[in-house]
């Protein structure tokens, strides 16, 4: 790629970095030189979250018709997986699994539902569902 | 508290964190140097990881190699720290930071604050040194930041203790200076760094890595195609683009710098050879950028022949054998 050629095309880093990129200058020579973006790029971003909204959406969709507890909601909501999540909360991987029966979710004490919360940064009644209001998250 | 430390922008966190200590040191080396003695090129597929759903793939070596063979090669010691709790971890970096010593720490991307939204995931190598403390806020040299910042000590505990994949566990280190680093010694480095790397991407035992490796997922490709069907597979793709070109782990980026490395190492050695050499990874590059572009065709959904996907095949072997071509020249310089 020569110098010239670097891309310059809008990006989500627009305000926060320009990146640095190598590049052949007019002497055969590397330099570098800045860019805000290429539009290649940004298109493989948009896909990705794309793809996490319909899986958010998804777990919505699945918790408000009882099918699975809040905490699959929160998981995509907050971009993990169960290993992350694992990881995070101290609870083993299949635990978690259980906890997103509702029937099981239902029951948890107390300590447990706290420390979900406590990971989400949410609160507990948001947790439960309580106040559950999608389109503010 | 704050140590003079220059802060320059990189392309690649790593990098950038390992040129700017060494530099703080005294040593004189720049970006595509420390990437190329540390024999930082490199490209694996990792099917049993998977990121956001989709396998993981990365065009550089283990996070963490090249800062440690950098310095290895350059006779240089280096302390390396992990913790198993945020109150050794803040107590250690404090008294570094009092002995003038800038640290370089590996933190989790999701909760670094001035990172934008739509690159925040759970990513754990990333690469940051701290260079000092005013009040409760820690300065921040981000190698792919323009400028410094800052974190406060809640924030800088929570990324140095991220979990998952990878987790820093507050992981930090830095270079001990011991004695000066001659231009022989440079020399020496590179050749090492230049032979490890051909090693790597030629003669790595598996299919899933180095030359091979690209082939195998140039194969993969239509599998899954077959499989899985055009939209996952369109997912894989953006997840091969955004490893390869995304801030930080920029893979045709890093075909560039190492072009740029060969340049440079050609004042270190005098062999017409690597300048030959560098050309051909500049085009290795620009044959990456150019399969990303019909990458995006196919995950934009403007693609969806099968034709396509077999073209998608097809580079992805070009550049394999570009990069075994440039290799196997570099193997046989005898210096």
Redesign the interface.
Known sequence: MEKKDIPQDHSALVNYIRELCYAVGEDGNYETANSTGWEVKTTALDVAWKDIETRILDAKDKVLRGEVSPVLFYMELRLMDIKILSAYTGFWQWTIKRHFKPSVFNKLSEAKLKKYAEVFDISLKELKMEHFNADKL | MQINFEHR???HCENGVTTNLLRFSGIEITE?LAFGIGSGLFFIYIPFL?V??APAFSYRTMPGLIFKRTCKRLGIDVTRKKFSSPDSARKVLDECLLNNQPVGCQVGV?YLT??????R??FNAHNIVVYGKEDDCYLISDP???GTTSLSDYELSRVRFA???L?PRGQIYFPHLNEKVTKEKFAKAIRKGIKQNVRDMLYIPGPVAGVSGIKFVARKILKWHDKLGNHKT??YL??L??MQ???GTGGG?FR??Y??FL??AHDFIADDRLLAISEKF?TA??LW?DA??Q??GI??GRLTQRADFVNMHDRMYQVADVEKEAFTQLSKLKF
């Open positions: 922008q990189a392309a595509p998977m956001n759903n999701y001035y990172f934008p939204k739509e690159y995931f759970h792919v930041m323009e979990k998952g994949p987790a369109g997912l953006a997840q683009v955004r070109e995304e801030i980026g560039y710098i072009a740029a340049q440079q500049t590059g620009d950028r990303a572009i990458a995006a995950f934009k």
